[in-house]
C-alpha cells in the first residue's frame, strides 16, 4: 500500500532509517554484552541479566531508551517535523557525549585505568554516530527535505 509519503520520500530518508535502525540495534548488543562483561570481570557467576540490582535497572533503562528511539525512527520515516527536531536535538546530544566520551577515554588510557574492551567498542560506534550526527545537521536542513517534513 503506497501512500503520498512514499511517493514523495527523499532517498536519504530511507538510508538514513535503515541506518538509525542498525545503531540502535548494536547499541543493546553493546548494552547486554558490557553487562556480562562486567560480571564476569566482577567475578560472579549469576546471570547479569535476571539477577536483579544493577544488571537488571540497566538493561530495563537500554530497552525503554530503544523503544522511544524506535519510536522516533518510525515518526522519520512517517515525515513528522517532530521527528526531524528530535532527531537533530539529539544529534547535538551525540556530538557533546563522543567528545566527552573521548576525553574520558583519552584520559583514562593515559592513566592506565582501560581495561574493558567495551569501552572501545562504545567508543568506536559513538564515532559512527557522530558522522551520522554531522550528516544529519546538514541533511535535514535541506530545502527540500525540510519542506517534506513540514
Known amino acids: 500500500m503506497s501512500t503520498t509519503a512514499d511517493a514523495t520520500r527523499p532517498e536519504g530518508v530511507k538510508n538514513t532509517t535503515i541506518l538509525m535502525v542498525l545503531i540502535l540495534c548494536l547499541e543493546v548488543v553493546l548494552m547486554a554484552y558490557s553487562l556480562i562483561m562486567v560480571a564476569r570481570l566482577a567475578g560472579t557467576s549469576r546471570n547479569p541479566f535476571f539477577s536483579g540490582g544493577i544488571g537488571l535497572i540497566s538493561m530495563s533503562y537500554s530497552l525503554l531508551t ?85
Open 66 to 150: 530503544f523503544l522511544i528511539a524506535a519510536v522516533f525512527v518510525y515518526l522519520y520515516w512517517q515525515g513528522q517535523n517532530v521527528a526531524r527536531w528530535a532527531i537533530l536535538i539529539d544529534s547535538g546530544w551525540v556530538l557533546l557525549q563522543t567528545a566527552f566520551a573521548g576525553f574520558t577515554l583519552f584520559s583514562f588510557h593515559s592513566l592506565g585505568r582501560v581495561q574493558h574492551s567495551t569501552l572501545y567498542m562504545s567508543f568506536g560506534l559513538n564515532g559512527a554516530k557522530c558522522a551520522l550526527a554531522l550528516y544529519f545537521f546538514w541533511y535535514l536542513n535541506q530545502p527540500t527535505v525540510k519542506a517534506w517534513f513540514l
